[in-house]
Nanobody
């Protein structure tokens, strides 16, 4: 059974950093696309913004590129999102997700990853950036 469990969210001041973790089981990273999404207030989860993903290669949305970094530790079945220089507009529910078919690619003209393509999701963790 594919499972994903997130941790690391919380309240942070603007300019601060957080590192989110996604502990997984039931699949191998070499056969699945893994991704981070964020859901802004008032939106559905399927409308979440794909912010970074690893498929055949690694892609990061222009909205966070240079500030957020995805990484994966396949030996421990865990992947991460390091978030630096956080801004109030980064406030959202953050999800890790995985799928054996979902794409992860160049940002334009399509998003780097589409939430509707991912079948397996973590529980979500709130990240709030506020002074």
């Amino acid at each position: 059974e594919v499972q994903l469990v997130e941790s690391g969210g919380g309240l942070v001041q603007p300019g601060g950093s957080l590192k989110l973790s996604c502990a997984t089981s039931g699949f191998s990273f070499d056969e699945y696309t893994i991704a981070w999404f964020r859901q802004f207030p008032g939106r559905q989860r399927d409308e979440s913004e794909g912010i970074s993903c690893i498929g055949s290669s690694t892609y990061t949305s222009s909205s966070v590129k240079g500030r957020f970094t995805i990484s994966a530790d396949s030996a421990n079945n865990t992947f991460y999102l390091q978030m630096n220089s956080l801004k109030p507009e980064d406030t959202a529910v953050y999800y890790c997700a995985a799928d054996d078919w979902a794409g992860c690619g160049v940002e334009f003209p399509l998003p780097i990853a589409d939430a509707v393509d991912f079948d397996h999701w973590g529980q979500g963790t709130q990240v709030t950036v506020s002074s």
